[in-house]
């Protein structure tokens, strides 16, 4: 699979527009701020396919990138306190509309800041994921910015604070370093394949 082709497809502002499922698609949800954006910059060796910012709650459309037979799709970060209420609602029905609808969800990959505990809406939204039976791996970014003792101190703590942990596929991610680009990709390719 050749990720350099990967390409900006389309942003939608609210989910009516978004037209019915044509491929496989694989989603990548996660609070505002935590990496989704530089993630799928790694992911597809772009230095900005998706547009990173400094400012969390940037991402507030569900963007589409087209890589071969498959749509990878950024849906906007949740959990940011400093939008107004209106926004946060067209924001709830984007993201609950795009993932409560007849899609070709192939999975999500959930992405959460290794280095804090999982924040309430992250739980919300892996519960969420685990009640709607939607295939999920959750993806810890920002690893580089952590320690091997802290490491190792997160991932234990991990085990209590993730529901079905121990069921989960988890892979460590850093968008610096690179670490855990090729497990992700690795399951893209073979989401690909089964397309």
Known sequence: ?????????ASYGKFEQIPEPSRAEIAFSGR?????????????????LARVSAVPGKTATINFY?????YCVDLPGYGY????????ERWNKLIGGYLGAERDLSLVFQLIDFRHPPTADDLSMVNFLIDGEFP??????????????????RRE????ELPCADELTIIEFSAETGEGADEIRAIIEEIA???
């Open 1 to 9: 699979m050749n990720y350099n082709n990967a390409k900006f497809f």
């Open 32 to 48: 505002s701020n935590v990496g989704k954006s530089s993630l799928i910059n790694k992911i597809f060796n772009r230095k900005s």
């Open 66 to 70: 087209e890589l071969e037979n498959v």
């Open 81 to 88: 306190a400093k939008v107004s209420k209106s926004e946060k």
């Open 136 to 153: 999920f791996v959750i993806v810890l970014t920002k690893a580089d910015k952590l320690s091997k003792n802290q490491r190792a101190e």
């Open 157 to 160: 703590k991990l085990k209590t």
């Open 193 to 195: 394949e089964e397309s």
